[in-house]
């Protein structure tokens, strides 16, 4: 499904809307229509697609009471004010049209807070919150303010109900939960969350009226990542609900530079050891194979380095071609590892057509033509019929060296070539090719 990239800009400044149209579609690669009066604005409405967001100018010379933000929320376009009052009765009234946010004219940081605040935007649809509140209302009017910068939000109204969304909803990223409940306390429920949820895996703000600045404390120490007091703006909700999401992603990207290869951009050593374990579960049977560019060296040492590089980055885009629902991962230098849930007899014939193809073909650097090859060993996993003997790092390991042995059989049977064998969780067993 394609993403709607349109965005309406009305701004009557031209030296402001120019700069504002040029930021949008340079930085975030929106296409921007804009106008400059009410009346273009809404002749624009009439005669164009949808658009994701709208960015307009509070007063302008043929509407100047604001008129364009009734006419473009009346369409259902999430809307963003640029104002120069920064009086809190001007923003009240902003708020109460129930925009989804407002930005100061003149700085360049309004500039850098329009592309952050779209960058959320665009997220936010995918983005699944849990309120958890044993108030109808509180759960209603918080849905409600969340679901104007358009994240899905799911409600719950006891801390066991809040307990078994996140048992079921794998993907939920943020719990905003009240203290005061029923049974279990916000506290509680943050405490038992967190035996299984990391901050790094789940924001929590705790919310309560009770007034008690112990509370807030007492949040934290459970597990929570921050704290809201009843009543709060729509403005400082969204701010906190931003701010910890873009912290749970900046340790996402961490996560994810950690378990990946710089070069290649396949899955590390690391990452092989920590997930594919959880490949074993369906009890369906595994294909695991061990992969080394022949005569790598002799690349490095005729081409470069820099050449080398270049042919394991080639190296890894095939296999990704040609492999896309595997588990695909650089072990280190030049040996790769293959893990897929399909039967022998497919994968043999897969790895086969990649081992032909491969040698078949040069590899184009820098006008220089390289051909390369690659041995492969070939291990499967077969479920015991038999037995109910859990799968362990052991039965992990045990394949992964069977593959090793059998990528060491093909590399000193001349290389270019796939030596195989199989096992079973309660035994090792293998045939040579």
């Given amino acids: 499904m394609s993403i709607n990239q349109k965005i309406l800009l009305v701004e009557d400044s031209p ?8 930021q949008l579609e340079s930085r975030l690669h929106f296409e921007v229509t804009w106008v400059q009066s009410y009346q273009d604005a809404q002749a624009c409405l009439q005669n164009t697609q949808a658009f994701a967001f709208a960015l307009l100018d509070l ?90 910068q358009g ?49 790094d895996r789940l924001a929590i703000i705790g919310v309560s009226a009770l007034g008690n600045h112990r509370l807030s404390a007492q949040f934290i120490k459970q597990g929570a990542n921050d704290f809201i007091g009843k009543p709060f703006s729509a403005e400082e909700l969204y701010c906190r609900v931003a701010q910890n999401l873009k912290i749970l992603e900046q340790m996402d990207s961490i996560r994810q530079a950690s378990y990946q290869d710089f070069l290649t951009g396949l899955y590390n050593r690391r990452y092989f050891f920590e997930h594919a374990l959880s490949w074993f579960e369906y009890k369906t049977p595994l294909t695991l194979a061990m992969l080394d560019i022949d005569y790598f060296k002799h690349i490095n040492d005729s081409y470069g380095h820099h050449v080398g590089d270049q042919v394991l980055k080639a190296f890894s885009q095939l296999m990704k071609e040609m492999f896309p629902h595997a588990l695909l991962t650089r072990m280190g230098g030049e040996e790769f590892c293959i893990l897929l849930p399909e039967p022998f007899v497919k994968t043999y014939r897969h790895l086969e057509n990649f081992r032909i193809g491969l040698a078949r073909q040069e590899i184009l650097i820098e006008q220089e033509r390289v051909k390369i090859t690659t041995s492969i060993g070939l291990a499967q996993w077969q479920p015991s019929i038999h037995s109910n003997e859990q799968v362990t790092q052991d039965t992990l390991e045990k394949l992964l060296h069977l593959a090793d042995q059998y990528l060491y059989q093909a590399k000193a049977r001349g290389r270019n070539c796939i030596c195989y064998g199989q096992t079973q969780t309660t035994q090792l067993q293998g045939s040579k090719d």
Wanted: overall charge negative; hydrophobic content about 40%.
């Fill in 15 to 22: 030296s402001f809307g120019y700069v504002v149209k040029k």
């Fill in 59 to 148: 007063h302008l010379p043929d509407a100047a009471n604001g008129e364009v933000v009734d006419l473009v929320l009346e369409v259902g376009i999430p809307t963003i004010i640029f104002t120069s009052n920064d009086g809190n009765d001007a923003q009240e009234r902003l708020w109460s049209r129930q925009i989804v946010d407002y930005v100061f004219k003149g700085s360049s940081a309004s500039l850098d807070y329009i592309v952050s605040l779209l960058t959320r935007l665009q997220k936010n649809p995918t983005t699944k919150l849990l309120v958890v509140d044993d108030s109808k209302v509180a759960c209603d009017y918080l849905r409600h303010l969340l679901q104007i």
């Fill in 151 to 199: 994240y899905q939000v799911l409600v719950a109204h006891d801390g066991e109900q809040a307990l078994r969304l996140l048992a079921e909803q794998g993907d939920i990223r943020l719990m905003l939960i009240d203290y005061a409940m029923p049974g279990l306390s916000g506290h509680q429920v943050v405490s038992r969350v967190r035996r299984q949820l990391g901050s």
